[in-house]
């Protein structure tokens, strides 16, 4: 663990090799597995499991009744709802061991996953996407996409602060301008919206 201010509840269980970033606060009945990283300034809530060997950036928050396993790395500001599923198996049967199969999943920088979403293995969710909540995920998500429902379609964009992006891609809350290129959607430079 880094320095004083990680707080760790006392029914909290750390395996060994596990490293916490400072000021992360890990909450009751929370288990983190040999290998795994998290970064600074994380919340990670009650009823969580992470590892092992799983990497968790800087400033993620991780609600109640997370299971983060093998596999699964998430970049800086993730925000993971209560009793969201990861899966690491495609094809999983309790009388084979697979655990050798499992497939990477990536959330990047970010990105928001609502409570109760399930994310399939192997695909990656793009920076600051917006995954609602019951959504079941199985392939690939956009940069900044608002996704939702079974099984989760694209319905629009979002900013980066998370507000739906209207048709001209100008955030009705802070008012970033965004230029959609070839399907993808980015970050206008200053002045670039106007030539839209």
Request: glycine share 12%; with cysteine.
């Amino acid at each position: 663990m880094s320095g004083s201010t990680v707080f760790v509840h006392e029914t909290a269980c750390l395996d060994d090799q596990v490293s916490l970033g400072g000021g992360t606060k890990i909450w009751h009945f929370t288990h983190i597995l040999s290998g795994s990283v998290v970064g600074e300034n994380c919340n990670i809530g009650q009823n969580v499991v992470i590892g092992p060997d799983v990497r968790i950036g800087k400033g993620c928050k991780i609600q109640n009744n997370v299971s983060v396993y093998k596999g699964v790395t998430l970049e800086d500001d993730v925000f993971c709802g209560p009793s969201m599923v990861f899966t690491n198996v495609f094809n999983p049967r309790a009388h084979i061991q697979r655990m050798d199969e499992a497939r990477p999943t990536l959330v990047r920088q970010g990105a928001t996953i609502g409570a109760n979403a399930t994310i399939v293995c192997g695909i990656t969710v793009g920076r600051y996407a917006l995954i609602g909540a019951g959504a079941v995920v199985t392939r690939d998500v956009p940069d900044f996409a608002l996704i939702y429902g079974n099984p989760a379609r694209q319905h629009g964009w979002v900013c980066a602060c998370g507000e739906k992006l209207p048709k001209d891609l100008r955030c009705p809350a802070c008012g970033k301008a965004y230029l959609l290129r070839d399907g993808r959607l980015d970050e206008a430079e200053t002045g670039e919206e106007e030539h839209r």
